[in-house]
């Protein structure tokens, strides 16, 4: 199962740097979630993270396809109510484009569509999503069944529910607020990595 970690929109770019820099070693891959910063806030933070050892092949560029355009990314994550998948695949034919789901329904329809992945949730408890029920693994496993690409897990991704995941046939999980909301981004990073992938590296982690 794969690991990715993914961005709460709540740091400033230094913050960012530092973070990603340190832990990006523990990910198969690091989602840009940044809403609230212009796409030449993208670029330049894109840059900033390779010119920091961060390889541009771990990053995905979340809802801003002009951003990962001009910063030569070669991944897309498409919010629920973003850019379709089916006009990014045909502007964009190099792009590798993910979307995120919250139904079957929908899963089926973004496969449909051209998507090369999905992030179904949110599936546990998370401060991300206060207010709103957690969907629980029987919607994770009913979008895991109608679909044939692979499909990550999001929302409340902690160790403690890793083992309900490895029971299910998904390509991995993604994190948010247990890492990046963290006192000690690095020592949450490192704790996911470890249970998920029982001891096997991740990069250089042996």
Known sequence: MKLH??????????????????????????HIREKDKSAEDLVELVELLAR??????????????????????????????????????EHYPYLGAGC??????????????????????????????????????????????????PVYAIGGITPGVLPELKKLKIAGAAAMSYVFSADKPVEAAKELARKLKGGTAVEDIL
Do not use: Y
């Not at 897309?76 to 990014?88: A, E």
């Not at 929908?106 to 998370?126: M, N, P, S």
């Open 5 to 30: 970690f993914v961005t709460d929109g709540r740091h400033s770019a230094e913050s960012l740097v530092s973070i990603i820099t340190d832990v990006h070693k523990f990910a198969d891959a690091i």
């Open 100 to 149: 995120s789901v919250h139904s079957a329904k929908e899963a089926i329809q973004r496969e449909k569509e051209g998507a090369d992945w999905l992030i179904a949730g949110h599936v546990f408890q998370t401060n991300s999503k206060n207010g709103l029920e957690p969907k629980g693994i029987s919607f994770l496993q009913t979008v895991c069944e109608s679909v044939s690409i």
């Open 52 to 89: 920091s050892g961060v390889p541009k092949s771990k990053l995905i560029m979340n809802g801003s396809v002009d951003a990962a355009v001009r910063s030569g990314l070669a991944k897309v994550q498409l919010p629920s109510h973003g850019l379709p998948v089916k006009f990014v695949k």
